[in-house]
C-alpha cells in the first residue's frame, strides 16, 4: 500500500514541559503530562480514504511542533520544538509537561519551517504567518480534563489545513527572470486551528526565488489557507526580474483548491508564446481534477 500525504497524531499524556518553567504554569498541585506527536500519515491520490500511520520525527515535511494549552482564552502553557535545534526537545515530536488540574483547551501545530519563517498561535481560534510566506501546517485541538493527579493519556489527530499550489513552466527560464509572485485573491495566511480555515477572505502575494537554471522548466510553489473547504481563487502569476519589474504576467480564473490537496498551473512563463498561453491545472494529495484556461 502507498502511503499517502496527510497527518494523523497520536498524543499521549503523563509525565512532567521540559520547555516551560513551572512558575509560569497555574498554582495548586501540578499534575504530569507527557505529549508525544506521532502517527503521521499521507494521502495519495490513488487512495485518498487510506491513512498510514508515520512518526512526526520520520515525516521531513514538519519541521517545528506547536504545543499549547489554554484555559478559556488565557494561554496556560506553550512550547515550541525546532527540528534543527536539538536543544527544544530530547525526542522531536515529545513534550514532558506539567499542568494543574482543571479543564483545558489543547491546540497542536505541526508546520514546516524556514529561515526568516514568523508564526504566531494566539488562541485556540487564532493563528497566522506574519512573515513573507505560510508553510505545510497541520493542526488538531481537543479538550482535555484533569481531574486529579493520576497521568492521563489522551490521542489525537492532526489534519493538514491547508491548500498547496505549484505553477511549473513548460519553457526554460530566461537570464533576466529572477522570482515568481503568486498573487491569490481570496484566502490567508492566517487561519483558526479549531476548523482549519482562513480567518480572513482577503488574499496576499507570496514571492519565491526561481531556482531553476537558465533553460530549465521553473516550479515555484505557495500555501495558502482558504475559508471553507474548496473555494476557486484567482491567482495572478507574475516573473519578476532582479529589480521586481514584471517581465510576464497571467491572471488564471477560478483557480479550484481544496484543503489537503495540491493544485498545479503549468504554462509557458518566459518565452513569446507566453502572452497567449493556456495554463493546465492538475490537482493531487486526495483526487485528481484537471481544468485548460
Same mark, same amino acid.
Given at each position: 500500500?502507498?502511503?499517502?500525504?496527510?497527518?494523523?497524531?497520536?498524543?499521549?499524556?503523563?509525565?512532567?514541559?521540559?520547555?516551560?518553567?513551572?512558575?509560569?504554569?497555574?498554582?495548586?498541585?501540578?499534575?504530569?503530562?507527557?505529549?508525544?506527536?506521532?502517527?503521521?500519515?499521507?494521502?495519495?491520490?490513488?487512495?485518498?480514504?487510506?491513512?498510514?500511520?508515520?512518526?512526526?520525527?520520520?515525516?521531513?515535511?514538519?519541521?517545528?511542533?506547536?504545543?499549547?494549552?489554554?484555559?478559556?482564552?488565557?494561554?496556560?502553557?506553550?512550547?515550541?520544538?525546532?527540528?534543527?535545534?536539538?536543544?527544544?526537545?530530547?525526542?522531536?515530536?515529545?513534550?514532558?509537561?506539567?499542568?494543574?488540574?482543571?479543564?483545558?483547551?489543547?491546540?497542536?501545530?505541526?508546520?514546516?519551517?524556514?529561515?526568516?519563517?514568523?508564526?504566531? =498561535? %494566539?488562541?485556540? &481560534?487564532? *493563528?497566522? #504567518? /506574519?512573515? +513573507?510566506?505560510?508553510?505545510? !501546517? $497541520?493542526?488538531?485541538?481537543?479538550?482535555?480534563?484533569?481531574?486529579?493527579?493520576?497521568?492521563?493519556?489522551?490521542?489525537?489527530?492532526?489534519?493538514?489545513?491547508?491548500?498547496?499550489?505549484?505553477?511549473?513552466?513548460?519553457?526554460?527560464?530566461?537570464?533576466?527572470?529572477?522570482?515568481?509572485?503568486?498573487?491569490?485573491?481570496?484566502?490567508?495566511?492566517?487561519?483558526?486551528?479549531?476548523?482549519?480555515?482562513?480567518?480572513?477572505?482577503?488574499?496576499?502575494?507570496?514571492?519565491?526565488?526561481?531556482?531553476?537554471?537558465?533553460?530549465?522548466?521553473?516550479?515555484?510553489?505557495?500555501?495558502?489557507?482558504?475559508?471553507?473547504?474548496?473555494?476557486?481563487?484567482?491567482?495572478?502569476?507574475?516573473?519578476?526580474?532582479?529589480?521586481?519589474?514584471?517581465?510576464?504576467?497571467?491572471?488564471?480564473?477560478?483557480?479550484?483548491?481544496?484543503?489537503?490537496? =495540491? %493544485?498545479?498551473? &503549468?504554462? *509557458?512563463? #518566459? /518565452?513569446? +508564446?507566453?502572452?497567449?498561453? !493556456? $495554463?493546465?491545472?492538475?490537482?493531487?494529495?486526495?483526487?485528481?481534477?484537471?481544468?485548460?484556461?
Amino acid at each position: 500500500m502507498k502511503k499517502i500525504l496527510s497527518i494523523a497524531g497520536l498524543l499521549l499524556l503523563f509525565a512532567a514541559c521540559s520547555n516551560e518553567s513551572v512558575n509560569e504554569v497555574i498554582n495548586d498541585a501540578l499534575v504530569p503530562v507527557k505529549v508525544h506527536v506521532s502517527g503521521f500519515s499521507v494521502s495519495q491520490e490513488e487512495l485518498p480514504t487510506t491513512r498510514v500511520a508515520q512518526d512526526v520525527a520520520d515525516y521531513s515535511g514538519v519541521k517545528a511542533v506547536t504545543l499549547a494549552f489554554y484555559d478559556g482564552s488565557t494561554e496556560v502553557l506553550k512550547t515550541t520544538q525546532q527540528r534543527d535545534d536539538a536543544s527544544t526537545y530530547t525526542t522531536f515530536g515529545e513534550f514532558d509537561c506539567s499542568l494543574p488540574m482543571g479543564s483545558y483547551t489543547m491546540v497542536v501545530i505541526a508546520r514546516g519551517l524556514t529561515d526568516g519563517d514568523v508564526f504566531t =498561535l %494566539t488562541s485556540p &481560534t487564532e *493563528a497566522a #504567518y /506574519t512573515g +513573507d510566506h505560510s508553510r505545510e !501546517t $497541520f493542526a488538531a485541538t481537543q479538550t482535555v480534563n484533569i481531574t486529579n493527579t493520576s497521568a492521563v493519556d489522551i490521542s489525537a489527530t492532526l489534519n493538514r489545513v491547508i491548500a498547496k499550489l505549484q505553477v511549473i513552466s513548460t519553457d526554460g527560464k530566461t537570464a533576466n527572470a529572477k522570482s515568481v509572485r503568486m498573487t491569490f485573491a481570496a484566502g490567508s495566511k492566517s487561519f483558526n486551528p479549531t476548523t482549519g480555515l482562513a480567518t480572513s477572505n482577503t488574499g496576499f502575494a507570496n514571492t519565491v526565488p526561481i531556482s531553476a537554471a537558465v533553460g530549465s522548466p521553473s516550479n515555484s510553489t505557495s500555501y495558502v489557507f482558504l475559508a471553507s473547504d474548496e473555494q476557486d481563487i484567482d491567482v495572478t502569476i507574475d516573473a519578476l526580474d532582479v529589480d521586481g519589474a514584471v517581465l510576464f504576467s497571467k491572471t488564471v480564473k477560478n483557480v479550484p483548491f481544496k484543503r489537503n490537496r =495540491l %493544485t498545479k498551473l &503549468t504554462g *509557458a512563463m #518566459y /518565452t513569446n +508564446d507566453a502572452v497567449s498561453t !493556456t $495554463f493546465q491545472v492538475e490537482t493531487a494529495w486526495l483526487t485528481d481534477y484537471n481544468m485548460n484556461f
